[in-house]
């Protein structure tokens, strides 16, 4: 416990005479040294801050020059005992900073939990099905202040998403009108907190104002352009935007394990909330504010910077490819676009080849879409290999069923399907081989205009496309143009 309580009148008692006695006398904290003596003052009356290991001194500056991080963790975490102290210390040295909006209890959001079951679950006694006005009533009350809780809420009581319950008990244009109201509180919540979901969703252009629909973007699973509140489509874009919104929050916020296992989205998305015009670029004191962004989540963008001087641009870290696109001429609009029609296309492969779709794959693996500057990214997410068991139909004569296991992947299903689509990538990796002096002639030769196989495969001159060799020569490829360029990174350390 505190020696010295926190409460807003004894914070402003102590500030106001710091600033009239001892500082500007302007009736605020504004200046590093009334800080300062502010943080000295809280020390010298016995204040220690509660689950701080440092100094108030520390946490005073902590508290000022990163409060978009600090109001992250707040909102990530609620305010409660262990922190609430900090919480008024915050607010008053930065009264300025904009709140996340309104704050729900508990008992607040289990009653629009409690009412939404109620509602799906009708008239269990007299089994009649859903109460249709009540649940109307009960969804117009969730929006971007409280849609997280109550969708986290629903599933932890009731053990299935209230997204799911949606499409269960209703349907037409009563679904279509419940969902969209859920999507745009997500949205809405999305946009206060700097996170841009438009890879996701986005508006259909038939409808406008509060007759609002939405359509697919990009969601797993999910055929673009269907509309976002279709049945079992809605509870996977709801997936889809509480789990970016989530991501978002934490890399604010500064989670380690998140900006590490996402640093070109935390790159792209600083760069987004430091772009004030929102032009897709930045300049001047946005690079500043973006550099300040970053160094409040622990990534030092002059150090980035310095690392990637004279290096080769095909040996570039995941964190250096994102700071060359974000300060490129295109700016990082263009690498987030990059980024998302990356993910778009991936995503539009896996879903046309569990659905069997040929026509989706011939629009979407052909020389136009696949190329040397994206192929490796595109294969990289869609090789991931995965057991899969078969079951042989059953024979009238006799008494079981065979079965077996084997390893494959999206990119070996993909290769297999036909040869046309293994021709496409192989000649995008051959030419971004070409483009990076990599000699690729012991695994494959061009022959009349296609490729056939060299001396690192035990049969020559069998065609490179067929099923027999595609994902082997495929994998070949991609492992000599990553060996080349990591030998060229041992030298350039070793230097």
Known sequence: MSNFKITANNLKDIAQLIDSQRGNNNGKLDTQEEYSLFAQDLEKRGYKPQNYSGSVKDLVNEYITNPEKIAAQFAQNGINDNNREKHVLFKFLNPDFKDSGRKYTDKEIDNIVDDAYDSVTGWSFLHIGTKENKLEKTVGRINKDNVLQVLDRYKEKHKESLANAIDDDTSGTFQDELGSAVIKALLE????????????????PATTGQEMKYVVVNVK???SGES?????????????LQEKIKLGAAIVAGDEDAIKENKTDALLMFAGRADSDK?????????INFKRLCAGVGIVVNDILAAMKGKNENNYTEEEHAIKNIFSEAGYGAAYTQQSNTNAQVNSIETAISDDD?????????????????VEDILSKIDDEYEETKTTSPDPERSYVQSYTYKTSTLRKLVEKDSKYAAVIIQALVDKADENGVDYDDIIKANNGSFVTAYAFAKTGEDATKSKYAYEVISKLRERIAEESNQERITELMV
């Open 358 to 374: 040929e026509g989706t794959l011939d629009n979407i693996v052909n020389s136009n879409n696949i190329n040397s500057g994206n």
């Open 279 to 287: 032009n897709g670029q930045l300049q001047g004191e946005e690079v």
């Open 189 to 204: 919540k999305a946009h206060e907190a700097g996170v841009d979901v438009s890879s996701i969703v986005a508006p259909d």
């Open 221 to 223: 699973g999910v055929k």
């Open 228 to 240: 976002a509140t279709a049945d079992d489509v809605f509870e996977k874009v709801v997936d889809a």
